[in-house]
C-alpha cells in the first residue's frame, strides 16, 4: 500500500520556538511534494512545494527534503500563535504507466502556545 | 477576482436525496479534482478530470457522479447510494506544474 505518513500530534510549541514536523513516504520514485496548512473549518491551503533534495526556504518556513530516506520535513521558525493549525503533507505517488496521485498524510495539529 | 469557488458553503439533506456540489474555477486551469475530508482522516480522492468532457474514477468514486462540460465547471453529485454522505467536501484544480489549490470547500449533512 503506498501511502504518506505524518505524526498526529499534537505538537506543542512555545511562541518564538522552532516546530518541526516531519512526514515519510512509501514510493522511492516520487519527486513532488507539498506542504499545506489547513485551520479549523477551512479548507488546506498549500504553504511549500519541494522538488529536489536538501532545503527551500520561504519567509520563515523552510521545507528539507531526502529521498534517499523517503523523508521530507517542514520547519517553521518563530512560531506564532497564527501558525496554529494543521499541517497536511501531499506526496505526488506513482499510480502506474505515466501516473502519479497526490496523496495526503492525515496532517500534523499544531498549537503554538503564547 | 480569481480563483475556485465551491456553493453552497453548507448544505443540509435528507436521508435518499441526490445533492449537487458545485464547483467553478476561472484560474484556466485544465485538472479538478473531488476530495472528500472526514474527521481525523485524510484527504481521499473521489473524482478528477484532467480535461473538458473526460473524468476518471479515484479510491472512493462510488454513490457520486460527475460532470466536465466546460473547463470552468466540475459539479458533484452526491447519490442516495453513497452510504456515509456526510463530510467536508473539497475542490481542487491544477494547472502547468504539479500544486493543487484548493476551493473553500462545502460541508454536507445527512440526516
Known amino acids: 500500500q503506498k501511502e504518506v505518513e505524518q505524526n498526529s500530534g499534537p505538537l506543542s510549541v512555545p511562541e518564538g520556538a522552532i516546530a518541526s514536523l516531519n512526514c515519510t513516504y512509501s514510493?522511492?520514485?516520487?519527486?513532488?511534494f507539498f506542504w499545506y496548512r489547513q485551520y479549523s473549518g477551512k479548507s488546506p491551503e498549500l504553504i511549500m512545494s519541494?522538488?529536489?533534495?536538501g532545503d527551500k526556504e520561504d519567509g520563515r518556513f523552510t521545507a528539507q527534503l531526502n529521498k534517499a530516506s523517503q523523508y521530507v520535513s517542514l520547519l517553521i521558525r518563530d512560531s506564532q500563535p497564527s501558525d496554529s493549525a494543521t499541517y497536511l503533507c501531499?506526496?505526488?505517488?506513482?499510480?502506474?504507466?505515466?501516473?502519479?496521485?497526490?496523496?495526503f498524510g492525515k496532517g500534523t495539529l499544531l498549537t503554538v502556545n503564547p | 477576482d480569481g480563483g475556485i469557488t465551491q456553493s453552497p458553503k453548507y448544505l443540509f439533506r435528507k436521508e435518499g436525496q441526490n445533492v449537487t456540489l458545485s464547483c467553478e474555477q476561472n484560474l484556466n486551469h485544465d485538472a479538478m479534482y473531488w476530495y472528500r475530508q472526514d474527521p481525523g482522516q485524510g484527504l481521499r480522492l473521489i473524482y478528477y478530470?484532467?480535461?473538458?468532457?473526460?473524468?476518471q474514477k479515484g479510491d472512493i468514486a462510488e454513490g457520486y457522479s460527475v460532470s466536465r462540460e466546460k473547463k470552468e465547471s466540475f459539479p458533484l453529485t452526491v447519490t442516495s447510494a453513497q452510504k456515509n454522505p456526510t463530510a467536508f467536501y473539497l475542490c481542487?484544480?491544477?494547472?502547468?506544474?504539479?500544486?493543487?489549490?484548493f476551493g473553500p470547500g462545502t460541508r454536507l449533512t445527512v440526516t
Open positions: 481542487a484544480t491544477k494547472g502547468l506544474t504539479y500544486e493543487q489549490y
Open positions: 519541494i522538488y529536489s533534495n
Open positions: 501531499a506526496v505526488n505517488l506513482y499510480s502506474g504507466g505515466s501516473n502519479y496521485k497526490l496523496t
Open positions: 514510493d522511492r520514485v516520487s519527486q513532488s
Open positions: 478530470s484532467q480535461i473538458v468532457n473526460d473524468f
